[in-house]
């Protein structure tokens, strides 16, 4: 079986930081790109930040979060990080972490179940 799993955020007040955790995990899977959507309520699913594992290719991010969000990965582990910092009540959202990758030849294309970030004014 192969699965996303998330932890992390929570609610936190405005300015503050918080610090979201994935890994796709399951028997040979190999993952070739992660990455961080969000959806907040009445709006589309959105990129937030994405990066590739293995090749060393720079981080993309949405315009929104330049500056203030980071994004790393642990090519060992199938893990990515994103570290939120000056966090905005616009932040608000459920976050989702997507991998693309492959696995004895097949590619998949995984979801999280989605984690509840709350920001406060």
């Known amino acids: 079986q192969v699965r996303v799993v998330e932890s992390g955020g929570g609610l936190v007040q405005a300015g503050g930081s918080l610090r979201l955790s994935c890994t796709a995990s399951?028997?040979?899977?190999?993952?070739?790109?992660m990455g961080w959507y969000r959806q907040a309520p009445g709006k589309q699913r959105e990129l937030v930040a994405s990066?590739?594992?293995?090749?060393?290719?720079?981080?993309n991010y949405a315009d929104s979060v330049k500056g203030r969000f980071t994004i790393s990965r642990d090519n060992t582990k199938n893990t990515v990080y994103l570290q939120m910092n000056g966090l905005k009540p616009e932040d608000t959202a459920v976050y989702y972490c997507?991998?693309?990758?492959?696995?004895?030849?097949?590619?998949?294309?995984?979801w999280g179940q989605g984690t509840q970030v709350t920001v406060s004014s």
């Open positions: 399951g028997s040979f899977f190999i993952a070739n790109a």
């Open positions: 997507n991998a693309a990758g492959y696995r004895l030849g097949q590619f998949y294309d995984l």
């Open positions: 990066i590739t594992i293995r090749t060393g290719g720079a981080p």
